[in-house]
């Protein structure tokens, strides 16, 4: 809990900070946001990942400084591992043999910290980075600023999920009396893209469809469709709540080959359908609009199993919803 991340954070001095594989925004932006709190604090600290950083948050303060390592390599007294629901999902080998502390804002995710702080009502890490700033009397620099602000701006889809509340709201506003520019943190995520990504959007909503209903979506994407575009990891980002806009549309699911039979599928959904359950029976697990899940079998078959799961979810929802959000507006 946050007290005990106080204490330690006190009481050692040099700390290692890492998040999950093919980190977002919020992993990329907390870990960064942590670091610059920790070395404001007169601690030793950097962020290491294994593999690259998207190209959208390398423009973040201290993204140059992070460094890619495939094993722990330095003394640390302890790790802070962000947004991970397990220890494997840094791909980073030998951190079981460290203290670790897990913060995360998912609560689907398992206890394998020394210390766990888990905060399901927060919008991302960020927000709980910032609270850590506040809780442990430090200042909110331009640089820890800029940094939390971009966690929030992605992983509450620039305000308009369901996870945004007043208190994201609150942080986002004190972030930006701190120095942020929304604009320009909005530009960097959002408009910096290459050109890879419109012709892999192309040829993914290319493959739009519903199933009987109406209201659930799939789309898929192959391997050859990611190598003809030259898109790499992160440019795909959002493409699976575009056919959330479409108003009969109550769920998405995203399929993405990543080996023979094999794809990483994404989920979201609106309202009270809960697509975290539906990636917890697959082994995968998220948050109740937005989730995901490994999948493995023949594309029509593997469709087929997911379509079952969501259908269900669906089912059980309200059907009401869509008709009674502007009397809770
Ligand atoms: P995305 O679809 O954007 O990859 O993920 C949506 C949400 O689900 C994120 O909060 C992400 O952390 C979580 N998520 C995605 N894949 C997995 C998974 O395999 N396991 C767990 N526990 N969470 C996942």
Not at 132 to 145: H, M, N, Q, S
Not at 200 to 229: C, K, N, W, Y
Request: net charge negative; aromatic share 6%; hydrophobic share 40%.
């Amino acid at each position: 809990m946050l007290s005990q991340v106080v204490e330690l954070i006190e009481n050692k001095q040099a700390f290692g900070i890492t998040t999950h594989i093919k980190p977002d925004g919020d992993g990329v932006g907390s870990s960064l946001g942590l670091c610059w709190l920790l070395k404001s604090l007169g601690k030793n600290a950097e962020v290491i990942v294994h593999g690259d950083i998207p190209f959208a948050y390398r423009g973040l303060p201290g993204a140059d400084d992070i460094r890619q390592v495939d094993e722990i390599d330095a003394d640390y007294d302890a790790v802070f591992v962000i947004e991970c629901s397990d220890l494997q999902r840094p791909g980073i080998r030998g951190l079981d043999q460290e203290f670790t502390v897990n913060i995360d804002h998912h609560a689907t995710g398992e206890h394998f910290g020394s210390i766990n702080w888990i905060d399901a009502t927060a919008s991302a890490v960020g927000e709980m980075v910032y609270n850590l700033c506040k809780a442990i009397g430090g200042r909110v620099t331009k640089e820890i600023a800029e940094c939390v602000y971009m966690a929030l701006v992605t992983d509450t889809g620039s305000f308009h999920f369901p996870n945004t509340t007043d208190r994201t709201l609150k942080v986002a506003s004190e972030l930006v009396k701190a120095g942020v520019k929304p604009a320009y943190i909005s530009e960097i995520v959002y408009n910096s893209y290459p050109w890879a990504r419109i012709d892999l959007m192309r040829q993914v909503m290319g493959t739009v469809h519903r199933d009987p209903s109406g209201r659930i979506a799939m789309l898929r994407q192959t391997r050859a469709m990611r190598q003809e575009s030259g898109a790499e990891d992160g440019d795909n980002n959002g493409f699976v709540n575009i056919p959330l806009a479409a108003r009969e549309i109550r769920a998405v699911i995203y399929m993405r080959e990543v080996g023979d039979n094999k794809y990483r599928v994404s989920l979201r959904s609106k309202g009270d359908i809960n697509v975290s359950k539906v990636a917890e029976k697959f082994g995968g697990g998220g948050h109740k609009n937005a989730s995901g899940l490994a999948i493995e079998g023949d594309w029509d078959e593997a469709e087929a199993i997911l379509l079952s799961a969501v259908r269900e979810a669906v089912d059980r929802s309200d059907p009401d919803w869509i008709s009674e959000t502007p009397d809770s507006e």
